[in-house]
């Protein structure tokens, strides 16, 4: 019948904070109860919408950082500037309340499966929550798929899930975790300091011969400079998946 | 203007169009190119603006108001949606 196809169009969803984590000073993850949640994959985002009492709405989105085997989570970086995301970071508590819809997206995601393709994740500052999704999905499904981050922050402080990061690395299941750290590194570092240029790429990515799926995620010139070099270095465009964020 | 991606305007198209479109193939009517459309350009301000990564013609534009929503695809020379 005309008109009752049902799409599971994406409707809004009344999210309830059930917990908050403090990842670093200006990163804050919101653990949600989401009643009608359909669930997501690795590397989706949702929409958020606040509105103000005055009726005025602000809609940003956010990814999803937890697996699809968990409860929806959100980690969000205040930006000064920003409308909605001090009040993310800062103001909200458990018990609170706002609209979101999705999960929203089907070309920035990974599905553990049977392949054995490599897992290649380049994340530029909090780019890395919807790559986080992806690594906690497959030590989750206990995928074994070789797996590398080369993750950029801009100091030791700033690096988002470190510690979790640190555990899923020292597992001995084929994770890398290759640090870079752009304004200062910690003392004693002998690792990368410096941007995710061609030098670092040839040296720390997945080399393309073994045809990794790659994914690049954060501050727009990172992700796209960051592309362009996994180009050149001979990775096919196809296999090369991006999501800006904007502005850095 | 910072450049966005096709992702950041999935919530949006998926609202009008009651499907995930990021994985849809778009052909450019400039140059031909395909890609997917959450690896399109796109521009937002008062509206969205979606462009062809290659040559930068305008496959895409809209404006969403509380009355309507106003979308022009006239660059856009085919789009294809999986079934399912």
């Known amino acids: 019948m005309a008109g009752t196809a049902v799409l599971g169009r994406l409707t809004w969803l009344v999210a309830e904070v059930a917990e908050t984590v403090t990842e670093t000073p200006h990163v804050r993850t919101l653990v949600l109860d989401v009643p009608g949640w359909a669930g997501h994959r690795a590397g989706q985002h949702v929409d958020v919408r606040l509105t103000a009492e005055d009726g005025y709405q602000a809609e940003r989105s956010y990814s999803v950082a937890s697996a699809p085997e968990d409860p929806p989570a959100l980690t969000v970086e205040r930006l000064e500037d920003g409308e909605v995301s001090p009040y993310l970071v800062d103001d909200v508590v458990p018990g609170d309340r706002f609209e979101l819809r999705g999960p929203i997206g089907g070309y920035f995601v990974w599905d553990a499966d049977a392949r054995e393709d490599p897992l290649l994740l380049v994340a530029g500052g909090s780019g890395v929550v919807p790559l986080m999704a992806m690594l906690r999905h497959r030590q989750r499904t206990g995928s074994n798929v070789p797996a590398r981050l080369v993750y950029s922050a801009r100091t030791l402080d700033d690096v988002i899930y470190r510690n979790e990061l640190d555990t899923l690395a020292a597992r001995g299941d084929a994770l890398e975790v290759v640090y870079t750290f752009t304004r200062e590194p910690p003392p004693g570092w002998t690792g990368y300091a410096r941007r995710v240029d061609m030098d670092l790429l040839r040296e720390a990515a997945v080399p393309p011969q073994e045809n990794p799926r790659v994914f690049v995620c954060g501050p727009t010139s990172f992700v796209e400079a960051v592309a362009d070099n996994l180009v050149v270095l001979g990775h096919r465009p196809g296999r090369v998946r991006t999501e800006r964020f904007g502005g850095s | ?84």
């Open chain 2, 1 to 84: 203007m910072t450049r966005l991606d096709g992702n950041s305007i999935a919530g949006v198209l998926e609202g009008i169009f009651g499907r995930d479109l990021t994985v849809a193939l778009g052909v450019c009517g400039g140059c031909g190119a395909e890609r997917q459309v959450g690896a399109l350009h796109v521009y937002r301000a008062a509206g969205i603006v979606v462009r062809c990564p290659d040559c930068h013609m305008v496959l895409m534009r809209v404006v969403e108001t509380p009355q309507r929503t106003w979308i022009d695809l006239q660059g856009m020379a085919s789009l294809q949606i999986a079934a399912g």
